[in-house]
């Protein structure tokens, strides 16, 4: 076996826990507080006054839009949600079962192909793709989201805002007021994370100068995985297995005594609630005001108090994360499970693009150092010699 190749000062970070990579303006996670905050707004505030345009505005461009900017900034949203008929047809020709973000990771590459000039890098240009790619993505995932559920594409309206228009892609319907700011709000929280798993991956994959369509497809298959942004459709799942199990208390205990995870709690950096959680839990309580003793409600209910005691018992910061309450509330827009995912990257889109953007403004190539662990100066054994 080789030698150990590390130096004295070198250490292994495996996962990269605690290692600082890189500095960024764009949002900062505060894990010791349980606070978040976007170019140094908290994100409650911003979740409570706040667009979607408004906010996306604040990340790409680093301040709050005055009154024209905005307008021009949201007029220039909607221009580009058009989505090339070729991407169309791609997203067509996928497997009627294909998963949403699956879908998006292969349409913003395609999208790519059809951009004539994907590579310009001045900052003008990079917006310009930045906002083209933040209007295609909840066009991509909705076209999915329908031929998923055997309907048939709807193209952007003109008139309605960004969340409007999300929600009406999916349902045909335009939404009233309280489902639309309920959506928008998702979308707001959502967009940014510090360096997170697939934030990093779009600045890795930025830092080779590519493309802004191959960084953002490459993020979209960052947060596919369960362990990131598909903790909300396993939420999902838990209370279906909660249920079928019979009673939460047992399943919990089985599920700790097994070593499983309770989907939708734990933080790599928050040691306190996450912030977005508490926001999606009020949101939660606001939009079932009318409902009597829903059962997800009072089931999710049980396994967070359950789960906190067990881990309080233990002394491990672990609380709900962003995606224990999302899906209750994405259910009552009338979004079913397979969607939930997806509506993480409609919002992330927009952090993973400010990213780029602030990346190429001083850019340096990702490539960290690994710790070899094989062997070496093998001697090679000709084909023919082998197995004898
Ligand atoms: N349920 C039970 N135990 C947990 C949980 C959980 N949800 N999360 C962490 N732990 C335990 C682990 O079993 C481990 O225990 P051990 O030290 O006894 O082995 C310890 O806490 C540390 O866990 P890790 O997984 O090593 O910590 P990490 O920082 O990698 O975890 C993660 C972060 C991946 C989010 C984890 O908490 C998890 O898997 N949660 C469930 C999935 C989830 O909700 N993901 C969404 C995260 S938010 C987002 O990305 C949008």
Known sequence: MAQDTLSQEQVIRRGMDELVVDTTSVSWVDGQQGRLYYRGFRIEDLAKSASFEEVAYLLLCGEL?????LQGFSW???????????????IQELPRHTAPLAALQTALAALGCTDPKPKYSEEETLLGLALRIIAQTPIILAATYRLHQGNSILPARD?????????????GRVPDEEAARAME???????????????????????????????????????????????SEEVVQMLADIE??????SYLDNLFAS???????????????????????????????????????QTLGYVAGYAREHFAARNQPIHVNVDFWSGAVYRRLGIQPVLFPAIFAAARIVGWCAHIIELRQNNRLYRPLSSYTGPVDLKFVPLAERGK
């Not at 969340?163 to 009406?168: G, K």
């Not at 798993?197 to 993020?219: G, K």
């Not at 079928?244 to 208390?249: I, S």
């Not at 609630?273 to 839990?281: K, L, N, S, Y």
């Open 259 to 297: 070593g499983g995870k309770v989907m939708g709690m734990g933080h790599r950096v928050y040691k306190q609630t996450d912030p977005r959680a508490v926001i999606f839990e009020k949101l939660l309580a606001q939009l079932t005001r009318n409902e009597k003793s829903p059962k997800d409600i």
């Open 76 to 90: 220039k949203l909607r221009q580009l949600s058009h989505t090339p008929e070729k991407t169309i047809r791609i």
């Open 65 to 69: 839009p005055a009154g024209q900017q």
């Open 244 to 249: 079928e199990w019979g009673d939460p208390k």
């Open 159 to 171: 008139d309605l805002t960004h969340a409007q228009n999300f929600l009406y892609m999916l349902s």
């Open 185 to 231: 709000i998702a979308l707001i929280i959502q967009m940014d994370h510090g360096f997170n798993s697939s934030t990093f991956t779009a600045r890795a994959v930025a830092s080779t100068l590519t493309n802004m369509y191959a960084a953002t497809s490459a993020a979209v298959g960052a947060l596919s995985g369960p362990l990131h942004g598909g903790a």
